[in-house]
C-alpha cells in the first residue's frame, strides 16, 4: 500500500518462554481507523503494545521481528523517541492527578523539561482540547485538577495530552471499556474526527465497537492475527472460519 | 465493653499532657525561650541554649536521613523483588527495633572517639540512624500504593525512567512521604539516649556542631535529676516545649494528608 504508515513484518511477542504474538503482519494505511478486535488473551493489547515499545518495559518480554513506522523500524529507534511518534490512551483513564487540566495537556512537554513559549503552550493546549472536543467543557476550569472531571472527560483530557505531542499514530487499549454508554458514544464520534489528522488503533473486544468506528478490522485468535480487511467486509464476508465462529457469537 | 478500652487508650496522653501542662505552664515565658541557664542558686534562666541545640542537631540528622531514606524507599517500592530490595527491608526493619542506646554507644565508638571529642553531629548521626527506617518505610508504603496506571502514562508520553519517578511518582505520593518525613523528625526530637554519649549536652550557648551541644532531652534528662528545684522547673519547662514541639508536627503531619491527598 502506498500510503502505509505502519507495518510489521513476521511480528513476535513474548513473555518470557510464553509466546503472546505469533507472525504478525500487517500493513496500517494513514489516516484510517485500524480496529484490533478478538477473545481475552488473544495478544491483541500485546501487540499494541509493541508498536510503541510499551511491552518490554515488563519484566520478562521481549519482542522480535520488524516494527516499520514510515519504513524504519521502530525498534531501531529510541524508545522515547518513538512514544513521542506514537501516542498511547489507556483503559482507564490516568490523568496525572497532581496536575491542572491545563498541565495534563502540556504534560508531554513540560515534564520532558521542553520549554516552550507560554503563548505557544497556550495554543497547544487550546487545540489539543479542542481536538479532543473537551474545549467547551473545561475551559473555565482549565486550572483546576483534571481528576474532577467524569470518565469520559478524563478520557478525552488523555486523548488531548496523547495528541497534543502530535504523534503520527494513536494507540488506543479499550479506551471505552471504563466508560458508561454516553461517554463511550461521544469517544466514537471523537475518533471519526481524529482520523483526519492521526491514524488510529483501537482495541476493542466489542466488535459492534470495532464495526461502528473502524476502516480495517484485524482479528486476533491465540496470538494469530486470523484474518485483516476492510470492517465492512469483515463482518459482512468473513473469510476464516474462526472470525466467523467470533462474529456469529459462537464463542467470546 | 471495647468502647472503655479504646478510651482507656488515650487516658495515658491525657494523663501526660495535662501533668506536663500543669508544671511547666508557669515556667514558660519570653525569658524562658531566650535565655541561658543561670548557675545553681540564681532563679530565672531559660533554655535558649537547648532550644537552638535540639534544632540543630535535629535539622542535621534530617539532612542526612531524608535524602537516603526517600531514594531508598523509591528503590524498595519499585523493585519489590530484587534480593537487594529484600536485604534492605529486612535490614531497615532491624535497625528500626535497635534499641536508641545501642545506636548511640556505636557513634560514640565510631565518631567520639576518633574525633576525641563529643559534637553535636555525632549526635546528628546518631538521630539519623534513628530515623532512616521510619522515612525509607513510610516512601516505600506511599509509593506502593500508587496505580501502576500513573507510571505507564509517563511511560507513553516518552518520559524516561529517571523522570517518570522524580516528577510523577514522586510529586503524586508528596503528602504521604512529607508525612513520613515529619513523623520521623517527631520521633527523635526526644531521643535522649542516643545523644548522652555523642552531642553530651552543654550548659552554655554553642552553634558549632564540631563541639558539644545541649539539646531539650539532654537538659530534661541532667536538670531533672538535679538536686536543685530551679533546675526541676528548667526541665519542666523544657519537657512542655518538647511535647508541644511533637503535637505541633503531628497535628501538621494530619493537615498535610488531609490539604494536599491526590485524589484519583
Partial sequence: MENTILKSVDFDAYFGENQVVKKVNIEIPKNNVVAVMGPSGCGKTTFLRCINRMHELIEGAHAKGKMLLNNEDVYGMHPIFVRHKIGMVFQRPNPFPNLSIYDNVIAGYKLNGMKIAKADRDVIVEESLQKAALWNEVKDSIHKKGTFLSGGQQQRLCIARAIAMEPDILLLDEPTSALDPISTSSIEVLLQELKKNFTLIIVTHNMQQAARVSDKTAFFYVGEMVEYDDTKNMFTNPQDKRTQNYITGRFS | ?264
Avoid at chain 2, 494530619?254 to 490539604?259: E, V
Wanted: hydrophobic letters at 55%; glycine letters at 8%.
Fill in chain 2, 1 to 264: 465493653m471495647v468502647i472503655l478500652f479504646s478510651v482507656i487508650c488515650t487516658v495515658p496522653l491525657f494523663v501526660i499532657l495535662i501533668y506536663i501542662l500543669k508544671e511547666g505552664i508557669t515556667k514558660i515565658n519570653w525569658h524562658f525561650l531566650v535565655n541561658l541557664p543561670k548557675p545553681v542558686g540564681e532563679t530565672g534562666g531559660g533554655i535558649a541554649n537547648a532550644l537552638i541545640g535540639s534544632l540543630l542537631i535535629v535539622f542535621f540528622a534530617a539532612v542526612i536521613a531524608i535524602p537516603i531514606g526517600i531514594m531508598g524507599g523509591i528503590y524498595l517500592s519499585e523493585n519489590k523483588k530484587s534480593w537487594i530490595a529484600t536485604y534492605t527491608r529486612l535490614s531497615v526493619d532491624v535497625l528500626q527495633g535497635t534499641p536508641s542506646i545501642v545506636v548511640g554507644i556505636v557513634i560514640y565508638f565510631w565518631i567520639v572517639k576518633p574525633l576525641s571529642t563529643f559534637s553535636a553531629l555525632s549526635g546528628s548521626v546518631a538521630l539519623a540512624i534513628m530515623m532512616l527506617p521510619i522515612v525509607v518505610r513510610s516512601t516505600e508504603e506511599t509509593l506502593k500504593l500508587l496505580p501502576d496506571s500513573l507510571k505507564e502514562a509517563g511511560f507513553a508520553l516518552g518520559l524516561p525512567y529517571q523522570k517518570v519517578i522524580l516528577r510523577i511518582i514522586l510529586p503524586c505520593g508528596f503528602s504521604g512521604v512529607i508525612s513520613g518525613v515529619i513523623l520521623a523528625v517527631a520521633r527523635i526530637a526526644g531521643e535522649t539516649a542516643p545523644l548522652l554519649f555523642t552531642a553530651f549536652g552543654n550548659p552554655y550557648f554553642s552553634t558549632n556542631i564540631l563541639k558539644p551541644m545541649q539539646s531539650l532531652p539532654l537538659l530534661i534528662f541532667n536538670y531533672a535529676t538535679s538536686p536543685y528545684d530551679e533546675w526541676h522547673d528548667l526541665a519542666w519547662g523544657a519537657a512542655l516545649i518538647l511535647l508541644l514541639w511533637v503535637l505541633l508536627l503531628n497535628i501538621i503531619t494530619k493537615i498535610i494528608t488531609r490539604k494536599w491527598k491526590i485524589q484519583f
